[in-house]
């Protein structure tokens, strides 16, 4: 009975955990498509000064799309 117990309370956590994960994930992503709706926004605004007025955003959201991608909760070593 212990050992189920513990491997019961070991799967909850480790299906909290990814669940977490997935939730960070996710918002990560989200911020990016925010930060990619401001920047659509700036060049409508701004027109042909758009890349001297947007040249913040446009670097913000170009790092954000490197490093906020969606990820699952598996990793593949290849």
């Not at 498509?33 to 920047?39: A, E, H, M, T």
């Not at 042909?48 to 909760?73: I, P, S």
Request: aromatic letters at 8%; one cysteine or more; glycine letters at 4%.
């Amino acid at each position: 009975m212990a050992t189920d117990a513990g491997r019961t309370a070991d799967l909850t956590k480790r299906l909290q955990q990814r669940e977490d994960f997935i939730r960070e994930s996710w918002i990560r992503t989200m911020e990016a498509r925010i930060v990619q709706d401001n920047l659509q926004k700036c060049y409508r605004y701004e027109g042909v000064n758009n890349l001297e007025n947007c040249k913040q955003l446009a670097q913000r959201y170009a790092q954000m799309l490197k490093d906020n991608r969606l990820q699952g909760y598996k990793h593949i070593d290849i």
